[in-house]
């Protein structure tokens, strides 16, 4: 834990002292443990081809090519492709769950050979390594480029069957103490009536102040910013793509920028860190067939890396993992129109045509919306990527266009990458295949994995256990205190409550939050209280079934 300045004075009595020393367990974390610290490193939505390419583009190896050990599978409990929340809660837990689910253990029969899930295991929450980091007392750090709730981020910090349930994700993330988290995603912060979408009333940013937080929202503020518990948010929704960010919003960070800032806070833990960085949008620049995007946030990734490595190869102690959590857009070096020319083409026949791309097809496509003429998209086209298309190729954009939804800037790439480049790509979705695995030192695995033992393989190099942690932070509240004792209180339904009745009193502790409620004190916990909706279970730490009972004993040690 970092050395932090005393809470405000709320926060001395919502605490209590009981909790802080005579409940919590203040062993050290093991010294047999391998790495003191762990970076996961995760571009979504990205594989060998797009690497490549971006290498070609760069002109010299990327940062993370000399460690290549090996290869991720990417499949999912039911199904062979992934999609970010399974994947990222595979990293994040050790274990495959059902696609949308987030950091909760699967709902069914599977269909992937994965075997299928035992019953009380379905919709439980599943402790993931930075909780596991937490309990070993080390400071904790997201980066992500997307909302800082989107499902990979998500997937370290929150527990839900709904990537969606974005509020129900922030909430979590703004409970569960973690040291840094840098990215997009502020309007999952403040209800409505400040510009936010929370539907429950809760203002977050007070929550934050009251734990003590530094608040960041601009470049220039996140690099002066001192102090062991720092929130950034950068942007409403996402962040910019990195290809329009300098000249839309230059203020916004880099995601190398938020990789250094995170690393020189979470460094200063005596105890060591974990931290996950995630390059959120070469996944979409792939949805979209779009090189430019995709290789300009591919080589964003590629500095963030080596940010990690610098500190990783000084540092001697720090196990980097460098990964993705599935392909997207069946990107290739080469489509049909190359099919003649392959075996004599040039690097510059590939990369002229993108070099003159300035834009995302998505920032282009806000500028054709507001006039859908053929005159209009040839002008955008050629202020953007630089391309004199004909009337007719902007005809076909229009005219295909109709066929997306809120995707149709999905178009640009698909109509005009067969014709003006050697790239192809052969869907708008995702993609099955392995993945490539990076990995710097100590601890680092090698091989082809299952997307699984990126999980286990951080909580090993940290030096803990998986089952001993789940069954620290996730108690099902019934089978410690019996069905007719335990209720959820839905009096205000945004903001429902778990009351567990014990000893002639009642303790109450807030869905998504990590408190206890007894008598008249506030107590924090050391894990979020999480409510499963399809099973109508309630999980709290065992650290709170202890206090309810009124038991003074040291937690049982996560360490292997
Ligand atoms: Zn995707």
């Known amino acids: 834990m970092l050395h932090r300045k005393p809470f ?10 009981l909790a802080a020393v005579s409940l919590l367990s203040a062993e050290p974390a093991q010294a047999a443990a391998k790495a003191k610290n762990v970076i996961v490193l995760i571009v979504d939505g990205c594989s060998a081809e797009q690497y490549t390419f971006a290498r070609w583009f760069k002109g010299a190896p990327l940062s993370f090519d000399p460690y290549r050990v090996g290869a991720v599978k990417t499949h999912i409990a039911d199904s062979v492709i992934a999609d970010s929340a399974p994947a990222a809660s595979a990293f994040a837990t050790g274990l495959r769950t059902s696609d949308k689910f987030i950091s909760v253990g699967p709902h069914k029969e599977t269909i992937t050979g994965v075997a299928a899930p035992p019953e009380d295991l379905r919709y439980r929450p599943l402790a993931t390594v930075l909780e596991g980091a937490k309990l070993l007392k080390k400071a904790t750090g997201i980066v992500a480029t997307s909302r800082v709730t989107h499902a990979t981020p998500a997937a370290y910090m929150a527990h839900t069957p709904s990537r969606a349930a974005e509020d129900d994700i922030m909430e979590q993330a703004v409970h569960q103490g973690i040291n840094v988290v840098f990215g997009g995603g502020k309007r999952h912060l403040v209800p409505k009536e400040f510009k936010g979408r929370r539907i429950d009333g809760d203002n977050l940013y007070e929550a934050l102040k009251r734990w003590g937080y530094t608040i960041v929202e601009n470049k220039a503020n996140m690099q002066k910013v001192t102090g062991s518990r720092v929130y950034g948010t950068f942007a409403h929704s996402h962040m910019d793509p990195e290809i329009d960010r300098p000249r839309l919003h230059p203020d916004q960070p880099t995601l190398e920028e938020m990789t250094r800032k995170a690393i020189e806070i979470l460094s200063q833990d005596p ?37 990690a490595l610098d500190f990783a190869r000084q540092d001697g102690k720090t196990l980097v993992l460098a990964v993705s959590d599935h392909n997207t857009g069946g990107f290739s070096i080469g489509n049909y129109a190359s099919d003649g020319i392959y075996p004599q083409m040039k690097v510059e026949a590939l990369l002229d045509p993108i070099r003159k791309m300035k834009s995302s097809a998505a920032f282009m496509w806000s500028q054709i919306e507001t006039d859908k003429s053929a ?173 309810i009972r009124g038991i003074r004993q040291s937690l049982p040690k996560i360490e292997n």
């Open 271 to 307: 105890d060591g860190f974990f931290l996950m960085v995630e390059g959120s949008q070469v996944d979409w620049a792939c949805h979209a067939n779009d090189p430019a995007y995709m290789l300009s946030d591919l080589l964003a990734y590629d500095k963030a890396v080596a940010v």
């Open 8 to 17: 405000a004075k709320i926060l001395v009595v919502l605490i209590g002292i």
């Open 375 to 547: 005159a209009r998209v040839q002008s955008v086209i050629k202020e953007g990527w630089s391309l004199d298309i004909t009337e007719d190729e902007a005809g076909k954009i229009l005219d295909r266009s109709k066929s997306f939804k809120d995707d149709a800037y999905f178009v640009i790439g698909e109509v005009l990458c067969p014709k003006y480049t050697y790239v192809g790509w052969t869907t708008h979705g995702h993609c099955g295949g392995d993945v490539p695995l990076h990995a710097f030192g100590p601890g680092k695995p090698s091989g082809v994995l299952g997307a699984p033992e990126i999980g286990r393989v951080c909580a090993a190099a940290m030096g803990f256990d998986l089952e001993k942690l789940n069954r620290r932070l996730f108690v099902e509240a019934a089978e410690a205190f019996e069905a007719g004792n335990v209720a959820l209180d839905k009096s205000d339904p945004a903001n429902p409550v778990v009351k567990i009745a014990s000893g002639g009193k009642t303790a109450e502790l807030p869905v998504n939050k990590n408190l206890l409620k007894m008598g008249e004190k506030m107590y924090a916990l050391e894990g979020v209280v999480v409510y499963a909706p399809n099973t109508g279970k309630a999980y709290i730490p065992l650290q709170a079934v202890n206090m």
